[in-house]
C-alpha cells in the first residue's frame, strides 16, 4: 500500500503542519510507504501551462512526480485550511496541474471533453482534513460547507473515489493545546481506519 500526503498552508507553525505529521507519522507507523509533500515548501507553480492542456506530460518535473505518485497512490491525503470556502490557490493548482487527465480520468476518443468522464481513479481512498475559523453551524447553513462539494463531488466523485472521508477541525482560532492534542488523536485514528479501508 502507498499513500499520498499533501500539505497546503505558509506557516510552518500552523495546526495543519501538525495535521499533515501526524498523518505521515501514522503511516510510517502502519509501514505505509508515503509520498509526504508541503506544496508551499517544495515551491510547486499552481499555474497550469498552455502546453499542459490536451498533453500526457508537463516541463515541471514536480508535475510530473505527483502524477505518478498519484497513480500509483492507494490512499490520498489533503491537508488544508478554509479560505473563503476554497483551498489555497496552491491546492488548487495541484488539482489543476496532477488531478486532470490523463492520470485522474479522460475521454473516449471520439469525445472532445464535453461528454461522460471516464475516471481513473476508482478504488483509492481520498482523505481531506480541513481547518476553519468559523464555527460549524455557521459554516453549513450561512456558506453551505463549499468544501464539502468540492473534494466529494467535483474531485472525488468526478475521479472515481467512492471511499471518502472529510474532517473539519474549528474553530481552530479558539482552540486550547488540550483541545488539538484531542483533534490529532482523531487524525491519527482516522488515518488508520483509511488505512485499513474502513470507510
Not at 483509492?124 to 450561512?142: D, L, P, Q
Request: charged share 25%.
Amino acid at each position: 500500500m502507498k499513500a499520498s500526503v499533501l500539505l497546503a498552508h505558509p506557516y510552518e507553525k500552523s495546526f495543519n503542519h501538525a495535521i499533515f505529521h501526524t498523518v505521515c507519522e501514522k503511516l510510517s507507523e502502519l509501514k505505509i510507504e508515503t509520498f509526504a509533500h508541503d506544496l508551499y515548501i517544495e515551491q510547486f507553480n499552481p499555474v497550469l501551462t498552455r502546453g499542459e492542456l490536451g498533453s500526457d506530460r508537463s516541463d515541471d518535473v514536480l508535475a510530473n512526480r505527483y502524477a505518478d505518485e498519484l497513480q500509483v497512490s492507494d490512499l490520498l491525503f489533503f491537508i488544508h485550511p478554509n479560505w473563503w470556502g476554497q483551498p489555497p490557490a496552491i491546492m488548487k493548482g495541484y488539482v489543476d496541474r496532477v488531478v486532470r487527465p490523463p492520470y485522474a480520468y479522460d475521454f473516449p476518443p471520439d469525445d472532445s471533453g464535453g461528454g461522460l468522464p471516464i475516471a481513473k481513479l476508482k478504488g483509492k481512498t481520498g482523505i481531506v482534513f480541513n481547518t476553519s475559523n468559523t464555527a460549524k453551524e455557521r459554516e453549513e447553513e450561512v456558506f453551505g460547507d463549499p468544501l464539502e462539494n468540492i473534494w466529494k463531488h467535483c474531485v472525488f466523485g468526478f475521479c472515481g473515489i467512492d471511499r471518502h472521508y472529510r474532517k473539519m477541525f474549528s474553530v481552530v482560532a479558539d482552540s486550547d493545546l488540550t483541545t488539538r492534542r484531542k483533534w490529532l488523536v482523531e487524525v491519527a485514528n482516522i488515518t488508520e481506519r483509511a488505512a485499513k479501508n474502513q470507510f
